[in-house]
């Protein structure tokens, strides 16, 4: 439900390696920059990844958004490399390469063979400290974002509708802001908003470096010597509180859009497992989310779309690993005949059935057994390693807690998962959003396209 651009809906669950051959090794340099790496021999191949404590939920009013700019003006060069020639050579020596940017987190990455890593690693030690931030540069990357915008929100009707429901759901939490940014401050970036924010965050005691694959961790804690002990370190000030302040009742919009079909989407304010007053309600929470939507036999799909036919699609969602404090949210399509309204009642019907009746066990084994499969199918990828070990240590959890989440999720009991149905799905902690489509050849002037 919730996209972060270009890392999506794959950080909302974290793969675990509870039946991994190797262990995690962490070796800290003295400039600061933590090297964490997974040994995995299966294929002569390495993922090594960049991870940045900054993201969205860190910025500032006025330049919502720098963190995502910025990360397009990341390959635009530096002083040893022309604009253009870091993905050159990545390509050259048979790797792929991007990055993303997410509300807690910048990470950048490449697939490599594994004699190529050192390529890797110059090449990010470099750009880690020495940018080049070119004003011509970030007039074509603006022209790029404005598109990018266009396509991912303004053209997009859920998109469009999150964004407007995040911004009336949070009152004082950085979470109200879109990651891409709002149009009037990605037309004022200028060089100098850039060039602070990358001297700011973009430092070897800002950073992670995570590498899975066929290596080994000493060798990767020589080259990372090798290649990043030398760069500066920032003052890095820890951020100023940013806790949303209690909501004392329901929210409710329309959001009017050219779309095709009605939604609506429903969010309540809970906690994350950062943030959670008791460890356990998180994953109790992760659970109560499967047991909504974890598959084709969860109740929203096995009671709404196939059952009574309510609904052509309905979904929950909520991010066990969010810096702050996030929404549990739930949303649907109406079938034909049916309304927005009608899916507002079947929904909140749901939650009800969770609080008033324990979920049998059963149906809570089900869905301990698909977290597991789950596990054990991304503990494949290299890449989803190396991610969640990243994203874990990024937020401020720790990658400790990769190996945690199958034992955790496994302690959850029908009693916790109704206790956390009562604390916290409750009205006064409740945000509406209803879609209302308008007609899709109607003109929209409100918001600048793109090239």
Known sequence: MKLNLLCAAMLCLPMVSAHSATKTSEHVLANGLKVLVKEDHRSPVVVSQVWYKVGSSYEPGGITGISHMLEHMMFKGTDKHAVGEFSRIIAENGGDENAFTGQDYT?????????KLPVSLELEADRMRNLHLL???????????????R?????????????????????????KHP?????ADIAAYSVEDLQAWYQRWYAPNNA???VVGDVKADDVFALAEKYFSALKTSEIKPLKPQTEIEQLGVRKMTVKVPAKLPSIVMGYKVPALKTAEHEWEAYALEVLAGVLDGGSSARLTSGLVRGKQIAVAAGAGYVLTSRLADLFELEATPAEGKTVAD????????????QKTLISDEELQRIKAQVLASAVYERDSNFYQAMQLGMLETVGLGWQRADEYVSKINQVTAAQVQEVALKYLVEDHLNIAYLEPQAI???TTNVKGGK
């Open 208 to 210: 992670t470096l995570v």
């Open 179 to 183: 990651v891409i940014g709002w149009p």
């Open 343 to 354: 899916m507002e009642t079947a929904l909140k019907a749901e939650v009800t059935k969770l």
């Open 107 to 115: 990470a950048y990455f490449q697939t490599m063979a594994a004699d």
């Open 135 to 149: 004003p011509e540069e970030l007039k074509k990357e603006l022209q790029v974002v404005t598109e990018e915008r």
């Open 151 to 175: 396509m991912r929100t303004e053209d997009n009707p859920q998109a469009k509708m999150q964004e407007h429901f995040n911004a009336m759901a949070y009152t004082n939490s950085p979470y």
């Open 441 to 443: 050849n109607k003109t």
